[in-house]
């Protein structure tokens, strides 16, 4: 009997061991850097995302979108920059479109120009981060405007990944490492970049349509601000480091983003009415 109690005692001392250190790898944070993001696997690519708002499940969904990518390398006149035109759609018309260029070197955005079309609002708005200026167009309550100027005069105060571009630039941190990755994000309307955790929860197989598997990152964050209980959870393709499918959950419900299969640009353009 003795032989067989060491060998329990050596299993049991192994999974504490093995445990010990997942709960030291799920604790680490780093810090990431431009030098740390995997640049090199962008690619022009165009792609179209659901987004919808729900309850749990069998509740209905509301406020269907949507949302696509257009991402396009310009190296035209001796540049090296990555561009993303976004364009989203609701069944009312276009409800967001975004014209945003970084830099090919480390993501830094060098100019932003965005628009939300809403029934309440209809907002213009442009960055250039480089100089610390901006503006807006549409009416805002003062306070969202005051809020806007300073984290205009914010933008040149170091490196920021650009949040508003987070499907595209997102899966490009250092997942591979595990643990917690803190990176400085900013968009139009903050106050000013913040640190942002991206969490590495662990591993996730998700089986499309095709029957194929994709091995994910599954990755959390708190949007930065730890103990709201609001999450973010991403489903990011190793291979491919594309974000295949989001869900927001917070105290107001549930927000879905699903990549599709194709995007939906329109290849053939309706017939002309008969007799024109």
């Not at 060998?7 to 944070?29: P, R, Y």
């Not at 955005?109 to 939300?116: D, F, G, K």
């Not at 969490?199 to 949007?223: I, K, P």
Request: proline content about 5%; some cysteine.
């Amino acid at each position: 009997m003795k032989p067989t109690i060491k060998i329990i005692k050596a299993i049991s001392a192994a999974a504490l061991l093995a445990l010990a250190v997942g709960n030291a790898s799920a604790d680490t944070v780093t810090r990431v850097n431009p030098e740390d993001l995997h640049i090199s696997s962008l690619r022009p690519t165009t792609s179209t995302y659901l987004v919808y708002f729900h309850g749990v499940a069998d509740t209905g969904i509301k406020r269907a979108m949507l949302a696509t990518s257009r991402v396009s390398h310009d190296d035209s006149g001796g540049q090296d920059n990555w561009v993303i035109d976004q364009h989203w759609e609701s069944e009312g018309g276009v409800v967001h479109t975004a014209h945003t260029v970084h830099s090919g070197q480390n993501i830094a955005t060098l100019t932003q120009t965005s628009a939300w079309l809403t029934p309440d609002r209809n907002i213009t708005t442009y960055i250039e981060p480089g100089k610390a200026t901006g503006h807006v167009q549409g009416e805002l309550p003062e306070a969202s405007l005051a809020t806007m100027r300073a984290g205009f005069a914010s933008m040149n105060q170091g490196w920021w990944m650009n949040w508003h571009s987070d499907l595209t630039l997102l899966p490009l941190l250092p997942f591979e490492k595990g643990g917690t990755l803190r990176i400085r994000m900013f968009d139009v309307g903050m106050a000013a970049p913040i640190d942002v955790d991206y969490t590495v929860l662990g591993d996730r197989n998700l089986t499309g349509a095709d029957g194929l598997s994709h091995a994910c990152w599954l990755v959390e964050t708190e949007s930065g601000k730890p103990g709201s209980n609001s999450f973010q959870r991403f489903w990011i393709e190793k291979t491919t480091r594309v974000i295949l499918k989001e869900e927001d959950a917070s105290a107001r419900g549930y927000r879905t983003k699903l990549l599709l299969a194709a995007p939906t640009a329109i290849e053939f353009p309706l017939p002309p009415p008969a007799g024109t």
